[in-house]
């Protein structure tokens, strides 16, 4: 038999119910907060090699550098020095930051 590798003991669901049940609650009870226009008045407005807000949106490229080099580590060696049942939280973990760069580009773009 394949182990379910979601199989959460009690000590976890109560984990995630405490940290999604809020959430949750967050988004159905409250009004989004109002920004003022000048929030989107970015520090750097200049444009350089045709893009706008060229260093607000190039400085995300770090994130990406960072996110990818971790997603390398994670997923081509197996003898990193790290808990091998947090391998998949370390994958996650890296592709949310090469994923921020992407989102976080667009935005500033």
């Known amino acids: 038999m394949i182990p379910n590798r979601f199989d959460l003991d009690g000590r ?3 984990l995630v119910a405490i940290t999604v049940v809020p959430i949750v609650t967050t988004f159905i009870f409250v009004d989004p ?9 970015f520090a750097d407005t200049r444009a350089l090699l045709g893009v706008a ?10 994130f990406l550098v960072f996110g990818l080099l971790g997603l390398r580590q994670v997923l081509a060696r197996r003898d990193l020095a790290i808990i091998p049942r947090l391998k998949t939280a370390y994958g996650v973990l890296f ?15």
């Open 33 to 41: 907060i109002p920004q003022p226009v000048s929030y989107h008045d």
């Open 12 to 14: 976890t669901r109560w």
């Open 53 to 62: 807000n060229f260093w607000n949106v190039i400085s995300n490229a770090l």
């Open 95 to 109: 592709a949310g930051i090469a994923i921020t760069a992407l989102g976080s580009g667009w935005f500033h773009l």
